[in-house]
């Protein structure tokens, strides 16, 4: 249940991110169009300074929990714990970053790109489990 519950909110949240990045591109590409009196209202004003046309690269890191941690694995925070934690964490940094399509800003509107190389597709080739730091 904890997993669905934070997973799902991760995703939640980037979606709502990318909706509301869409509007902004929508916007954008309307404002270019309209007349200058309407460029210069107030209310074309405000709308263009949150509808900035930045580019975004969101890579989602999913901690997966491995069998042994139970149901206190959102308060358990040993030593041990939080070693291992930090270990699959940047082993999956390393997997992700061994991608280099996340370095590449998106180039079409809305402007953003969700990179998720950790969670399991059907049909997808397997990664690797982890990739050996080069140091």
Do not use: C
Request: hydrophobic share 35%; charged share 20%; net charge negative.
């Amino acid at each position: 249940m904890k997993e669905i519950q934070f997973s799902s909110r991760t995703r939640a949240a980037t979606d709502t991110f990318r909706e509301l990045q869409t509007y902004r591109a929508a916007f954008n590409t309307l404002f270019n169009s309209l007349p200058d009196a309407l460029k210069h209202s107030p209310e074309a004003q405000l709308l263009a300074g949150a509808s900035d046309p930045a580019a975004y690269s969101i890579v989602q890191l999913v901690y997966r929990s491995p069998t042994y941690e139970g149901d206190s694995k959102d308060y358990e925070f040993s030593r041990q714990t939080m070693e291992d934690h930090w270990r699959t964490g940047y082993e999956n940094a390393l997997t992700t970053l061994a991608h280099p399509e996340i370095l590449v800003p998106p180039a079409e509107p809305p402007g953003v790109a969700v990179h998720d190389f950790l969670t399991p597709r059907a049909g997808a080739q397997a990664l690797p489990a982890t990739v050996k730091d080069p140091a």
